[in-house]
Antibody, heavy 126, light 106 residues
Framework: QLQLQESGPGLVKPSETLSLTCPVS??????????WGWIRQPPGKGMEYIGT???????YYNPSLTSRVTISVDTSKNHLSLKLHSVTVADTAVYYC??????????????????WGQGILVTVSS | DIQMTQSPSSLSASVGDTVTITCQAS??????LNWYQQKPGKAPKLLIY???NLEAGIPSRFSGGRSGTHFTLTIRSLQPEDIATYFC?????????FGGGTKVEV
């Protein structure tokens, strides 16, 4: 059974970098035809797509965050990572990692997320 | 970005009721829509993909529908374990976008 679990600090100061990892167990992150993504949910609001990465390192980011976000995979550790730079209080949210099964195409990572982590609350506050 | 307007934001129903949740897309997204269930403190779970298709292992009382840009998630004979928040997600174009969620209470 595939399992994902977000980990990282629960509190980040404004202007600093939010860093999260998501170890994947039960399967290899290097399997072809799967993207891996990050989604967040601010308190009281809907989900917001952050971006996705393929094991080759190819990425797609939400244009609203692209200037501040970096998503990567470490195939040796079988995990994906998220870095969000220059955070503000508006970045306070529950952050989720998830898998998106899809063969890479010219259209990019479009489809459903079939496995999700439980989420981690990250609060931005001084 | 494609906007997904979900309604209602919350509803109260009784065990055995039929419940319908809707998502309205801001443009044609064909059948490129998924539905998820989320319980407090748990990982979201995929229920319906491609608007109409039931994910493996999901009870048949869940069903998806589409009329143009209007999508529905129907739960027939609501069960206590269906108490959760439900949300939709479109994948017709990037960035992927989500509805605001519907909290179902008994």
């Amino acid at each position: 059974q595939l399992q994902l679990q977000e980990s990282g600090p629960g509190l980040v100061k404004p202007s600093e970098t939010l860093s999260l990892t998501c170890p994947v167990s039960g399967d290899s992150i290097s399997r072809s035809n799967f993207y891996w993504g990050w989604i967040r949910q601010p308190p009281g609001k809907g989900m917001e797509y952050i971006g996705t990465v393929y094991y080759s390192g190819s990425t797609y980011y939400n244009p609203s965050l692209t200037s501040r976000v970096t998503i990567s995979v470490d195939t040796s550790k079988n995990h994906l990572s998220l870095k969000l730079h220059s955070v503000t209080v508006a970045d306070t949210a529950v952050y989720y990692c998830a898998r998106l099964p899809q063969q890479p195409t010219i259209d990019g990572p479009r489809g459903y997320f079939d496995y999700w982590g439980q989420g981690i609350l990250v609060t931005v506050s001084s | 970005d494609i906007q997904m307007t979900q309604s209602p934001s919350s509803l109260s129903a009784s065990v055995g009721d039929t419940v319908t949740i809707t998502c309205q897309a801001s443009q044609d997204i064909y059948n490129y829509l998924n539905w998820y269930q989320q319980k407090p403190g748990k990982a979201p779970k995929l229920l319906i993909y491609d608007a109409l298709n039931l994910e493996a292992g999901i009870p048949s009382r869940f069903s998806g529908g589409r009329s143009g840009t209007h999508f529905t998630l129907t739960i027939r004979s609501l069960q206590p374990e269906d108490i959760a928040t439900y949300f939709c997600q479109q994948f017709e174009s990037l960035p992927l976008t989500f509805g605001g969620g519907t909290k179902v209470e008994v």
